[in-house]
Nanobody, 126 residues
Framework: QVQLVESGGRLVQAGGSLRLSCTAS????????MGWFRQAPGKERAFVAG????????YYADSVKGRFTISRDNAKNTVYLQMNSLKPEDTAVYYC???????????????????WGQGTQVTVSS
């Protein structure tokens, strides 16, 4: 098990940028494939981006390709989501999540992840 804490969410104007961080407890962070998801009011939680154990594989949802960048620093037990050119439709609670230990293939479904943070609110004003 790993405990995850997100930070960095806030109100930002359309076209602006934010960087979200997710810091994990413990000394085995490099053994977890990580993902970012988001959930807008009244909508299902949706995949945003995922990164494998040492960053060799990265996936993005089509809606954020070219605007968002996921990265990780295993020495700091942290995964990041750099969000540029933000749009009002990016408004959501953003969650980071970890897949079961040693799973190497990035998954895009919520059921594949078994550890979740509490979420951080991102609001993009038009």
């Amino acid at each position: 098990q790993v405990q995850l804490v997100e930070s960095g969410g806030r109100l930002v104007q359309a076209g602006g940028s934010l960087r979200l961080s997710c810091t994990a407890s413990g000394r085995t962070f490099s053994t977890y494939t990580m993902g970012w998801f988001r959930q807008a009011p009244g909508k299902e939680r949706a995949f945003v981006a995922g990164i494998s154990l040492i960053g060799g594989t990265i996936y993005y949802a089509d809606s954020v390709k070219g605007r968002f960048t996921i990265s990780r620093d295993n020495a700091k037990n942290t995964v990041y989501l750099q969000m540029n050119s933000l749009k009002p439709e990016d408004t959501a609670v953003y969650y980071c999540a970890a897949m079961p230990q040693w799973h190497t293939k990035v998954a895009v479904t919520t059921i594949a992840y078994d550890n979740w943070g509490q979420g951080t609110q991102v609001t993009v004003s038009s």
